[in-house]
């Protein structure tokens, strides 16, 4: 069957990954800042800034089949240095931009949809100078959670908290061999993750492979958050 699919944020990183993993079956739409890279992959565009924009309507189709926010923030700073303005705009983007696509969409979501959403390996472990990103991101596995217990059995809702990953919004920790190399070792498999591992499950979780699974927040982390192999 082909599908609909609605990814916010798809020209870039995992979101770019998920396109061009989806595009040659389903039906793929892409609503966010830029289009740079997608002009080669079948698939609708819809320009559309997550923090600013009201999703246009009339450019969806009236069925979805799946859906993905991607947009996210890496913002890692002493709380010292951590303003109130930051965390309102951490939130923004994260959580409050997520609740109002999900709002917008929610009356097309068809019986046994799937939507998926981005959190952090932080929320659960607890890192040092990540209290504005991790805070926004728990809001979203509680917001998950919450959401596959009101609309189950109906829509599907899970949630995938990644370590650190390769890809441009992580360029800045990952910006030479020294700084990937110290990240690597951090996990267990001793490497960071790249766009097609997030990617991977991500697709997992819209396929009819992953019916029987709602509500839970996966982790993809290189075995940071269950293992200490130290």
């Not at 991607?70 to 959580?95: A, Q, W, Y």
């Amino acid at each position: 069957m082909n599908k609909n699919i609605l990814l916010i944020g798809g020209s870039h990183g995992v979101g770019f990954e998920m396109a061009k993993a989806l595009h040659n079956n389903n039906t793929v739409y892409i609503a966010s800042r830029t289009n740079e890279k997608l002009y080669n992959l079948d698939v609708n565009y819809i320009p559309f800034d997550a923090t600013t924009d009201t999703l246009d309507e009339s450019q969806l189709p009236d069925e979805i089949h799946g859906f993905a926010y991607c947009p996210g923030s890496i913002n890692l700073k002493p709380l010292k240095m951590l303003s109130l303005d930051i965390f309102k705009d951490e939130m923004e983007l994260n959580f409050f931009s997520l609740v109002r696509v999900v709002k917008t969409i929610m009356p097309r979501m068809t019986e046994g949809s799937s939507m998926v959403f981005f959190s952090t390996v932080a929320v659960g472990i607890g890192m040092p100078f990540h209290t504005s990103v991790a805070s926004a991101k728990g809001a979203i596995e509680g917001f998950s959670k919450s959401l596959a217990a009101e609309f189950a059995p109906k829509i599907r809702v899970n949630c995938i908290a990644p370590s650190l990953v390769d890809t441009p919004l992580a360029k800045r920790l990952l910006s030479n061999d020294k700084k990937k190399g110290m990240m690597s070792e951090r996990h267990p498999l001793k490497r960071v993750g790249n766009a097609e591992d997030i990617s991977n499950i991500a697709v997992f979780l819209l396929s009819e492979k992953s019916s029987w699974m709602t509500g839970q927040i996966v982790g993809l982390d290189g075995g940071m958050s269950t293992l200490n192999v130290s």
